[in-house]
T-cell receptor
Framework: NAGVTQTPKFRILKIGQSMTLQCTQD?????MYWYRQDPGMGLKLIYY???????DKGEVPNGYNVSRSTTEDFPLRLELAAPSQTSVYFC????????????FGPGTRLTVL | QKEVEQNSGPLSVPEGAIASLNCTYS??????FFWYRQYSGKSPELIMF????GDKEDGRFTAQLNKASQYVSLLIRDSQPSDSATYLC?????????FGKGTMLLVSP
């Protein structure tokens, strides 16, 4: 199993550009999450999904959109990129249940200039 | 808004010592608690979870939970330089986790 994969690993965007961060998991997990991590700030939840076709906002959803058409994929869309979206983005997944482990992808480092 | 508080550190300990990492949380109804380790430039990985009051041991790691005081801790015995990382405390909610900002641990040889 590849686990949770994310592409791209690095990206530089200009202000106002758009892009999609890809996340795929091959563990048949129901739950998937998108976090952003700013230096020294821990992980902030952007959006999450409890299954295909179901998504919900997290703590910091503004400026982002998601979709979940399949169990495996959970892309994160940035529209009109802003410097405040410069961050490291992590995707994670888990099967379900309060004590299940969240498995994280390797992250995408995004810079908006 | 749930809050999870951690001392940002760095916490510096010599090799072989016990490192003690602490975390407090605001939601008294929280049920499950997690400790993740994150090396610089890498993604977080789970070390332990705990959901019952008391201690839970796994090798050199011991998680301690006191729900009355809303306090979780992680003890690392016989600390090694390879334990140098940021340790994230996380508290479960309905379908999601709330993370603290993390404590940086530095273990010197």
């Amino acid at each position: 199993n590849a686990g949770v994969t994310q592409t791209p690993k690095f990206r530089i965007l200009k202000i106002g550009q758009s892009m999609t961060l890809q996340c795929t998991q091959d563990m048949n997990h129901n739950y998937m999450y998108w976090y952003r991590q700013d230096p020294g700030m821990g992980l902030k939840l952007i959006y999450y999904s409890v299954g295909a076709g179901i998504t919900d906002k997290g703590e910091v959803p503004n400026g982002y959109n998601v979709s979940r058409s399949t169990t495996e994929d959970f892309p994160l869309r940035l529209e009109l990129a802003a410097p405040s979206q410069t961050s490291v983005y992590f995707c994670a997944s888990l099967v379900g249940g309060a004590t299940d482990t969240q498995y994280f992808g390797p992250g995408t480092r995004l810079t908006v200039l | 808004q749930k809050e999870v508080e951690q001392n940002s550190g760095p916490l510096s300990v010599p090799e072989g010592a016990i490192a003690s990492l602490n975390c407090t949380y605001s939601d008294r109804g929280s049920q499950s608690f997690f400790w993740y380790r994150q090396y610089s430039g890498k993604s977080p990985e789970l070390i332990m979870f705990i959901y019952s009051n008391g201690d839970k041991e796994d090798g050199r790691f011991t998680a301690q939970l006191n729900k009355a005081s809303q306090y979780v801790s992680l003890l690392i015995r016989d600390s090694q330089p390879s334990d140098s990382a940021t340790y994230l405390c996380a508290v479960s909610g309905y379908s999601t986790l709330t993370f603290g900002k993390g404590t940086m641990l530095l273990v010197s040889p």
